[in-house]
T-cell receptor, first 115, second 113 residues
Framework: DGGITQSPKYLFRKEGQNVTLSCEQN?????MYWYRQDPGQGLRLIYY???????QKGDIAEGYSVSREKKESFPLTVTSAQKNPTAFYLC??????????????FGNGTRLTVT | DQQVKQNSPSLSVQEGRISILNCDYT??????FLWYKKYPAEGPTFLIS?????DKNEDGRFTVFLNKSAKHLSLHIVPSQPGDSAVYFCAAINTGTASKLTFGTGTRLQVTL
């Protein structure tokens, strides 16, 4: 079955540590995205990539970094510079790169807790 | 600046009745709108969409209405079922630019027996 796999489902880290969230897709989609969901807020775009080896900052990129070395993979690193890293992180993909209105396919998310 | 607003954080509806979820937007350049449904601890799934050239789109129990002059869209679910209990997000985009989807804050729908 085609889909998006995010791992792990739950992640706990100490403050000051960098952590990398995994996102893999086998939908052959060009575009991939990282969103963050906080209680009472909509999904906010962190980074997106429309093609391999290229990515752009979203609305809340500070304290995060990404890479897109393979079409299937778009890992997100939450660095120690991110002030409020505890959140639910969602990875998504779409046919892209010019079809952003094509529905996004989401993974099941990673809940990161930093203490 | 919240360009897409869902002013009702929650809604409770009896099974079999109609659920109406509302969404308002401020950016008149948005020309495509989508609704996503999200269960706890899962990613959102696409539900239904509508282009600004239409004022209604229907898919089974789900209908989305768009009122461009009021910058308002609504999702109707008829009849509501317990499995519809979830958080619903509306999203909007200006397809003519390189902008990305803008999501609302979500409405939690509870369908009671």
């Amino acid at each position: 079955d085609g889909g998006i796999t995010q791992s792990p489902k739950y992640l706990f880290r100490k403050e000051g540590q960098n952590v990398t969230l995994s996102c893999e897709q086998n939908l052959n989609h060009d575009a991939m995205y990282w969103y963050r969901q906080d209680p009472g807020q909509g999904l906010r775009l962190i980074y997106y990539s429309q093609i391999v080896n290229d990515f752009q900052k979203g609305d809340i990129a500070e304290g995060y970094s990404v890479s897109r070395e393979k079409k299937e993979s778009f890992p997100l690193t939450v660095t120690s510079a991110q002030k409020n890293p505890t959140a639910f992180y969602l990875c998504a993909s779409s046919i892209g790169p010019e079809r952003d209105w094509a529905p996004l396919h989401f993974g099941n998310g990673t809940r990161l807790t930093v203490t | 600046d919240q360009q897409v607003k869902q002013n009702s954080p929650s809604l409770s509806v009896q099974e079999g009745r109609i659920s109406i979820l509302n969404c308002d937007y401020t950016n008149s350049m948005f020309d495509y709108f989508l609704w996503y449904k999200k269960y706890p601890a899962e990613g959102p799934t696409f539900l239904i969409s509508i282009s600004s050239i239409k004022d209604k789109n229907e898919d089974g129990r789900f209908t989305v209405f768009l009122n461009k002059s009021a910058k308002h869209l609504s999702l109707h679910i008829v009849p509501s079922q317990p499995g519809d209990s979830a958080v619903y997000f509306c999203a909007a985009i200006n397809t003519g630019t390189a902008s990305k989807l803008t999501f609302g804050t979500g409405t939690r729908l509870q369908v009671t027996l």
